[in-house]
Protein backbone atom coordinates (compact mmCIF):
# COMPACT_ATOMS: atom_id res chain seq x y z
CA UNK A 1 0.00 0.00 0.00
CA UNK A 2 1.41 3.51 -0.89
CA UNK A 3 1.65 5.54 1.87
CA UNK A 4 -0.88 8.27 0.14
CA UNK A 5 -3.38 8.01 -2.04
CA UNK A 6 -4.29 10.66 -4.68
CA UNK A 7 -8.04 12.15 -5.47
CA UNK A 8 -8.46 14.57 -8.31
CA UNK A 9 -10.27 17.65 -7.30
CA UNK A 10 -10.66 21.45 -7.84
CA UNK A 11 -9.78 24.67 -5.83
CA UNK A 12 -12.37 27.25 -6.42
CA UNK A 13 -13.14 30.14 -5.60
CA UNK A 14 -16.72 31.28 -4.91
CA UNK A 15 -17.52 34.66 -3.84
CA UNK A 16 -15.73 35.12 -0.29
CA UNK A 17 -15.25 31.69 0.54
CA UNK A 18 -13.09 28.56 -1.33
CA UNK A 19 -13.55 24.73 -1.73
CA UNK A 20 -12.55 22.08 -2.69
CA UNK A 21 -14.68 20.46 -4.85
CA UNK A 22 -15.15 16.62 -5.21
CA UNK A 23 -16.74 14.73 -8.35
CA UNK A 24 -18.78 12.53 -6.65
CA UNK A 25 -17.59 9.47 -8.52
CA UNK A 26 -14.05 9.75 -7.34
CA UNK A 27 -15.26 9.61 -3.40
CA UNK A 28 -16.04 6.50 -1.69
CA UNK A 29 -19.77 6.38 -0.25
CA UNK A 30 -20.84 7.40 3.01
CA UNK A 31 -20.05 10.18 5.25
CA UNK A 32 -18.06 7.58 7.54
CA UNK A 33 -16.00 7.24 4.37
CA UNK A 34 -15.83 10.71 2.97
CA UNK A 35 -15.18 12.52 6.46
CA UNK A 36 -11.73 11.42 6.67
CA UNK A 37 -10.71 12.27 3.33
CA UNK A 38 -12.53 16.07 3.68
CA UNK A 39 -10.73 16.77 6.90
CA UNK A 40 -7.27 15.52 5.91
CA UNK A 41 -7.32 17.49 2.67
CA UNK A 42 -8.06 20.50 4.40
CA UNK A 43 -5.57 20.21 7.32
CA UNK A 44 -8.22 19.67 10.40
CA UNK A 45 -7.88 19.28 13.59
CA UNK A 46 -5.42 21.82 13.81
CA UNK A 47 -5.43 23.26 17.48
CA UNK A 48 -3.18 26.12 15.64
CA UNK A 49 -5.71 27.15 13.56
CA UNK A 50 -3.01 27.19 10.81
CA UNK A 51 -3.80 23.90 8.58
CA UNK A 52 -0.37 23.87 7.79
CA UNK A 53 -0.61 19.74 6.91
CA UNK A 54 -3.94 20.43 4.31
CA UNK A 55 -5.21 23.10 2.13
CA UNK A 56 -7.46 24.70 4.62
CA UNK A 57 -7.35 28.40 5.83
CA UNK A 58 -7.86 28.31 9.14
CA UNK A 59 -11.20 29.90 8.64
CA UNK A 60 -14.49 28.52 7.77
CA UNK A 61 -14.96 30.53 4.95
CA UNK A 62 -11.66 28.92 3.92
CA UNK A 63 -12.36 25.76 5.04
CA UNK A 64 -14.80 23.86 2.81
CA UNK A 65 -15.87 20.94 0.45
CA UNK A 66 -18.15 20.84 -2.66
CA UNK A 67 -19.45 16.95 -3.97
CA UNK A 68 -20.86 17.24 -7.71
CA UNK A 69 -23.00 14.81 -9.10
CA UNK A 70 -25.51 13.88 -11.48
CA UNK A 71 -28.87 15.17 -10.64
CA UNK A 72 -31.55 13.45 -8.85
CA UNK A 73 -33.70 16.46 -8.63
CA UNK A 74 -35.89 16.56 -12.01
CA UNK A 75 -35.84 20.05 -12.85
CA UNK A 76 -31.96 20.08 -11.64
CA UNK A 77 -28.91 19.73 -14.26
CA UNK A 78 -26.38 18.83 -11.12
CA UNK A 79 -26.64 18.11 -7.34
CA UNK A 80 -24.37 20.04 -4.92
CA UNK A 81 -24.04 19.00 -1.88
CA UNK A 82 -21.61 21.50 0.47
CA UNK A 83 -19.82 20.25 3.90
CA UNK A 84 -18.18 22.60 5.95
CA UNK A 85 -15.28 21.54 7.84
CA UNK A 86 -14.42 23.11 11.35
CA UNK A 87 -10.72 24.38 11.36
CA UNK A 88 -9.77 23.97 14.51
CA UNK A 89 -12.16 20.77 15.73
CA UNK A 90 -12.30 19.03 12.52
CA UNK A 91 -16.18 18.22 13.28
CA UNK A 92 -18.40 17.96 10.07
CA UNK A 93 -21.45 19.79 8.91
CA UNK A 94 -23.66 19.21 6.27
CA UNK A 95 -26.76 20.84 7.65
CA UNK A 96 -27.24 24.37 5.87
CA UNK A 97 -25.86 25.41 2.67
CA UNK A 98 -23.31 28.41 1.51
CA UNK A 99 -24.13 30.83 -0.52
CA UNK A 100 -20.47 32.18 -2.16
CA UNK A 101 -19.66 28.11 -2.92
CA UNK A 102 -22.63 28.14 -4.72
CA UNK A 103 -21.33 30.36 -6.99
CA UNK A 104 -18.93 28.63 -8.37
CA UNK A 105 -20.75 25.37 -8.72
CA UNK A 106 -22.06 26.43 -12.32
CA UNK A 107 -18.90 27.04 -13.49
CA UNK A 108 -17.45 23.84 -12.23
CA UNK A 109 -20.00 22.11 -14.00
CA UNK A 110 -19.82 23.22 -17.29
CA UNK A 111 -15.57 22.82 -17.22
CA UNK A 112 -16.01 19.64 -16.17
CA UNK A 113 -18.23 18.51 -19.12
CA UNK A 114 -21.37 18.40 -16.93
CA UNK A 115 -23.53 20.76 -18.68
CA UNK A 116 -23.60 22.85 -21.77
CA UNK A 117 -22.67 26.32 -22.73
CA UNK A 118 -25.57 28.42 -24.01
CA UNK A 119 -23.76 30.45 -26.38
CA UNK A 120 -22.38 33.80 -24.71
CA UNK A 121 -24.90 33.05 -21.55
CA UNK A 122 -24.82 29.68 -19.66
CA UNK A 123 -27.60 28.95 -17.19
CA UNK A 124 -27.78 26.12 -14.63
CA UNK A 125 -30.29 24.83 -12.28
CA UNK A 126 -28.21 23.28 -9.20
CA UNK A 127 -30.06 21.34 -6.49
CA UNK A 128 -28.95 21.74 -3.03
CA UNK A 129 -28.70 17.88 -1.65
CA UNK A 130 -28.37 19.93 2.10
CA UNK A 131 -31.44 22.05 1.53
CA UNK A 132 -33.12 20.57 -0.58
CA UNK A 133 -34.33 23.39 -2.65
CA UNK A 134 -33.25 24.78 -6.44
CA UNK A 135 -30.40 27.35 -7.41
CA UNK A 136 -30.62 28.88 -10.92
CA UNK A 137 -27.56 30.23 -12.02
CA UNK A 138 -26.48 32.55 -14.82
CA UNK A 139 -22.90 33.72 -15.86
CA UNK A 140 -21.15 34.82 -19.30
CA UNK A 141 -19.13 32.07 -20.70
CA UNK A 142 -16.61 32.80 -23.22
CA UNK A 143 -15.61 30.06 -25.39
CA UNK A 144 -17.20 27.61 -23.60
CA UNK A 145 -15.37 28.28 -20.19
CA UNK A 146 -16.72 30.39 -17.53
CA UNK A 147 -16.37 33.81 -17.93
CA UNK A 148 -13.70 35.44 -15.58
CA UNK A 149 -12.88 39.24 -16.63
CA UNK A 150 -15.54 41.87 -16.05
CA UNK A 151 -15.93 44.90 -14.06
CA UNK A 152 -18.36 43.66 -11.16
CA UNK A 153 -16.57 44.41 -7.54
CA UNK A 154 -17.46 42.18 -4.73
CA UNK A 155 -16.49 43.34 -1.41
CA UNK A 156 -14.26 41.71 0.86
CA UNK A 157 -12.25 40.15 -2.01
CA UNK A 158 -9.55 41.98 -4.33
CA UNK A 159 -10.22 43.04 -8.00
CA UNK A 160 -12.71 43.00 -9.66
CA UNK A 161 -14.45 39.81 -11.88
CA UNK A 162 -17.59 38.67 -13.99
CA UNK A 163 -20.49 38.85 -12.35
CA UNK A 164 -22.32 35.31 -11.93
CA UNK A 165 -26.29 36.03 -10.86
CA UNK A 166 -27.93 33.36 -8.03
CA UNK A 167 -31.28 33.07 -7.48
CA UNK A 168 -32.79 30.89 -4.32
CA UNK A 169 -35.18 29.35 -5.06
CA UNK A 170 -38.40 28.83 -2.56
CA UNK A 171 -35.83 29.56 0.11
CA UNK A 172 -37.81 29.57 3.37
CA UNK A 173 -37.60 26.32 5.69
CA UNK A 174 -34.07 25.17 4.19
CA UNK A 175 -32.94 23.43 7.59
CA UNK A 176 -36.35 23.24 9.26
CA UNK A 177 -38.92 23.02 6.90
CA UNK A 178 -40.83 26.21 8.08
CA UNK A 179 -39.81 30.20 7.56
CA UNK A 180 -40.34 30.67 11.26
CA UNK A 181 -39.21 27.56 13.18
CA UNK A 182 -41.42 28.47 15.95
CA UNK A 183 -44.08 30.05 14.15
CA UNK A 184 -43.59 33.91 15.62
CA UNK A 185 -41.15 36.85 14.46
CA UNK A 186 -39.80 37.30 17.68
CA UNK A 187 -38.62 35.16 20.89
CA UNK A 188 -36.69 35.41 23.93
CA UNK A 189 -33.95 33.81 24.92
CA UNK A 190 -32.27 33.22 28.10
CA UNK A 191 -28.35 33.45 28.46
CA UNK A 192 -26.96 32.09 32.14
CA UNK A 193 -24.73 34.92 31.59
CA UNK A 194 -26.96 37.85 30.45
CA UNK A 195 -30.36 36.84 31.30
CA UNK A 196 -33.51 37.44 28.99
CA UNK A 197 -32.65 38.24 25.33
CA UNK A 198 -35.17 39.44 22.21
CA UNK A 199 -34.08 37.57 19.57
CA UNK A 200 -35.79 36.62 15.74
CA UNK A 201 -34.95 32.97 14.30
CA UNK A 202 -35.56 32.97 10.42
CA UNK A 203 -34.84 29.79 8.32
CA UNK A 204 -34.53 31.20 4.59
CA UNK A 205 -31.04 29.51 2.47
CA UNK A 206 -29.90 29.33 6.31
CA UNK A 207 -30.95 29.29 9.85
CA UNK A 208 -30.07 32.17 11.44
CA UNK A 209 -30.10 34.06 14.68
CA UNK A 210 -30.63 37.71 14.77
CA UNK A 211 -30.17 39.92 17.94
CA UNK A 212 -29.49 43.98 18.06
CA UNK A 213 -25.72 44.60 19.42
CA UNK A 214 -27.00 46.49 22.13
CA UNK A 215 -28.87 43.92 24.06
CA UNK A 216 -25.30 41.98 24.31
CA UNK A 217 -23.06 44.97 25.51
CA UNK A 218 -22.15 45.56 22.24
CA UNK A 219 -22.07 48.85 19.26
CA UNK A 220 -22.35 46.72 16.39
CA UNK A 221 -19.53 48.42 14.60
CA UNK A 222 -16.05 46.18 16.37
CA UNK A 223 -14.11 44.71 13.80
CA UNK A 224 -14.24 40.98 13.09
CA UNK A 225 -10.71 41.11 15.01
CA UNK A 226 -11.88 42.54 18.19
CA UNK A 227 -14.94 40.59 18.61
CA UNK A 228 -11.95 37.35 18.09
CA UNK A 229 -10.23 39.24 20.69
CA UNK A 230 -13.64 39.25 23.19
CA UNK A 231 -14.06 36.27 25.19
CA UNK A 232 -17.07 37.27 26.66
CA UNK A 233 -18.73 38.10 23.58
CA UNK A 234 -17.17 34.97 21.78
CA UNK A 235 -19.40 33.22 24.90
CA UNK A 236 -21.98 34.99 24.55
CA UNK A 237 -22.55 34.13 20.83
CA UNK A 238 -21.72 30.68 21.52
CA UNK A 239 -24.41 30.11 24.52
CA UNK A 240 -27.33 32.37 22.32
CA UNK A 241 -26.31 29.96 18.90
CA UNK A 242 -26.68 26.70 21.13
CA UNK A 243 -30.21 28.02 22.84
CA UNK A 244 -31.28 28.89 19.20
CA UNK A 245 -30.66 25.66 17.52
CA UNK A 246 -32.30 23.98 20.15
CA UNK A 247 -35.31 26.57 20.73
CA UNK A 248 -35.78 26.61 16.13
CA UNK A 249 -35.53 22.33 15.64
CA UNK A 250 -32.36 21.77 14.78
CA UNK A 251 -31.40 19.72 17.60
CA UNK A 252 -32.99 18.42 20.63
CA UNK A 253 -30.15 18.30 23.43
CA UNK A 254 -28.06 21.30 23.82
CA UNK A 255 -24.90 19.15 24.26
CA UNK A 256 -25.46 17.95 20.18
CA UNK A 257 -25.48 21.51 18.86
CA UNK A 258 -22.08 22.24 20.77
CA UNK A 259 -20.85 18.86 19.43
CA UNK A 260 -22.64 17.73 16.16
CA UNK A 261 -24.34 20.64 14.94
CA UNK A 262 -21.50 23.38 15.36
CA UNK A 263 -22.08 25.66 12.42
CA UNK A 264 -25.87 26.43 12.83
CA UNK A 265 -27.52 28.62 13.17
CA UNK A 266 -25.94 31.75 12.16
CA UNK A 267 -25.37 34.12 14.33
CA UNK A 268 -26.24 38.10 13.40
CA UNK A 269 -25.55 40.84 15.45
CA UNK A 270 -27.70 43.80 14.44
CA UNK A 271 -27.30 47.67 14.62
CA UNK A 272 -28.78 50.28 12.67
CA UNK A 273 -26.37 52.06 10.35
CA UNK A 274 -24.76 55.78 10.47
CA UNK A 275 -26.64 57.82 7.86
CA UNK A 276 -24.82 58.20 4.30
CA UNK A 277 -24.95 61.70 2.25
CA UNK A 278 -23.65 61.49 -0.75
CA UNK A 279 -23.20 57.54 -0.68
CA UNK A 280 -24.80 53.95 -0.40
CA UNK A 281 -27.31 53.79 2.35
CA UNK A 282 -27.09 50.34 4.07
CA UNK A 283 -30.17 48.98 5.78
CA UNK A 284 -28.32 47.54 8.68
CA UNK A 285 -25.14 46.27 9.76
CA UNK A 286 -24.49 43.39 10.50
CA UNK A 287 -21.62 41.34 12.01
CA UNK A 288 -21.74 37.21 11.43
CA UNK A 289 -20.72 34.53 13.48
CA UNK A 290 -20.17 30.81 12.15
CA UNK A 291 -18.50 28.07 13.80
CA UNK A 292 -17.61 30.68 16.95
CA UNK A 293 -15.62 32.59 14.16
CA UNK A 294 -16.33 36.43 13.46
CA UNK A 295 -16.73 36.76 10.01
CA UNK A 296 -15.09 39.57 8.18
CA UNK A 297 -17.44 39.51 5.10
CA UNK A 298 -21.35 38.54 5.60
CA UNK A 299 -21.95 34.84 4.63
CA UNK A 300 -24.44 35.06 1.45
CA UNK A 301 -27.13 33.38 2.96
CA UNK A 302 -27.13 34.73 6.47
CA UNK A 303 -27.42 37.99 4.24
CA UNK A 304 -30.28 36.55 2.07
CA UNK A 305 -32.27 35.30 5.18
CA UNK A 306 -31.53 39.56 6.76
CA UNK A 307 -33.41 40.50 3.34
CA UNK A 308 -36.06 37.88 4.27
CA UNK A 309 -36.65 38.65 7.68
CA UNK A 310 -36.49 42.59 7.08
CA UNK A 311 -39.85 41.84 4.91
CA UNK A 312 -41.76 40.15 8.24
CA UNK A 313 -43.47 42.38 10.49
CA UNK A 314 -42.36 42.36 14.00
CA UNK A 315 -38.84 40.71 13.42
CA UNK A 316 -35.59 42.35 15.17
CA UNK A 317 -33.90 43.10 11.86
CA UNK A 318 -37.06 44.85 10.43
CA UNK A 319 -37.35 47.21 13.76
CA UNK A 320 -33.16 47.59 13.56
CA UNK A 321 -33.64 48.89 9.67
CA UNK A 322 -33.57 52.41 7.92
CA UNK A 323 -36.54 52.63 5.67
CA UNK A 324 -35.66 53.87 2.58
CA UNK A 325 -38.14 54.47 -0.21
CA UNK A 326 -38.33 52.75 -3.53
CA UNK A 327 -38.50 48.86 -3.87
CA UNK A 328 -38.69 47.24 -1.00
CA UNK A 329 -37.07 43.99 -2.23
CA UNK A 330 -33.49 45.61 -2.23
CA UNK A 331 -31.75 44.93 0.76
CA UNK A 332 -28.40 46.54 1.56
CA UNK A 333 -26.20 44.94 3.90
CA UNK A 334 -23.11 46.47 5.77
CA UNK A 335 -20.75 44.21 7.12
CA UNK A 336 -17.15 44.53 8.03
CA UNK A 337 -15.41 44.57 4.19
CA UNK A 338 -18.29 46.51 2.68
CA UNK A 339 -21.53 46.46 0.98
CA UNK A 340 -23.90 43.22 0.23
CA UNK A 341 -26.76 44.04 -1.66
CA UNK A 342 -29.43 41.55 -1.61
CA UNK A 343 -33.30 41.38 -3.60
CA UNK A 344 -35.72 39.08 -1.99
CA UNK A 345 -39.33 38.62 -2.95
CA UNK A 346 -41.53 37.58 -0.14
CA UNK A 347 -45.73 37.32 -0.33
CA UNK A 348 -47.58 38.26 2.45
CA UNK A 349 -50.44 35.34 3.05
CA UNK A 350 -53.15 35.44 5.41
CA UNK A 351 -51.80 32.36 6.65
CA UNK A 352 -48.60 34.27 6.87
CA UNK A 353 -45.31 34.56 4.91
CA UNK A 354 -43.97 32.76 1.82
CA UNK A 355 -40.43 33.49 0.97
CA UNK A 356 -40.45 33.49 -3.37
CA UNK A 357 -36.26 33.69 -3.65
CA UNK A 358 -33.40 35.75 -3.07
CA UNK A 359 -31.15 37.18 -6.26
CA UNK A 360 -27.75 38.14 -5.26
CA UNK A 361 -24.78 38.64 -7.83
CA UNK A 362 -21.45 36.94 -6.95
CA UNK A 363 -17.77 36.37 -8.55
CA UNK A 364 -16.19 32.93 -8.75
CA UNK A 365 -12.87 31.49 -10.35
CA UNK A 366 -11.35 27.99 -11.02
CA UNK A 367 -7.54 28.32 -9.10
CA UNK A 368 -6.35 24.87 -9.61
CA UNK A 369 -6.90 21.65 -10.36
CA UNK A 370 -5.34 18.02 -10.57
CA UNK A 371 -5.04 15.66 -7.18
CA UNK A 372 -5.04 16.49 -3.38
CA UNK A 373 -3.24 13.56 -1.52
CA UNK A 374 -4.51 11.79 1.83
CA UNK A 375 -2.66 10.14 4.30
CA UNK A 376 -3.39 6.25 3.62
Same mark, same amino acid.
Given at each position: MK &????I???Y?R????R?L???????PL????R??I?C?????P????RP???M????T??????V?? &? /????????D #?TF???? /???????Y?G??GN?S =?A?GP?? %???G???A?S???N? $?IH???T?K %??? =????T???????R?????D????????I??A????G?AA???L?P??R???? %??????G???V??V?A?NP?V?V?AQ????????????????S???AL???L? $?Q??VA???VT? /?????T?L???? %?VA???K?A??????QP?VV???????Q?????P??G??????A???DG?V??Q??? /?????????? $??H?????? $???LV?R??S? #????????Y?????L????? #?IP?
Amino acid at each position: MK &PQRAIPCVYMRGGTSRALFFHEHDLPLGADNRDPIFCAALGSPDPYERPLDGMGGGITSLSKVAVIG &P /PTHPDAQVD #YTFVQVD /PRRGSIGYRGNCGNIS =AAVGPFA %LEEGLVDANSEETNI $VIHNTNTKK %LIR =ARFKTVGGYAAVRGDFRLDGVAGSGSSIELAFLDPGGAATGKLLPTGRAREH %LTLASLGEVEVSLVDACNPVVMVEAQALGLTGVETPAELAANSRALALFEELR $VQAAVAMGLVTD /PADARTKLTNLP %LVAVLSKPAIVRGGTQPHVVVRMISSGQPHKASPLTGAMCLAIAAQIDGTVVAQVRV /PQSGDERRFI $VAHASGLLP $VAALVDRLESG #YDAKEAIVYRTARRLMDGRV #YIPN
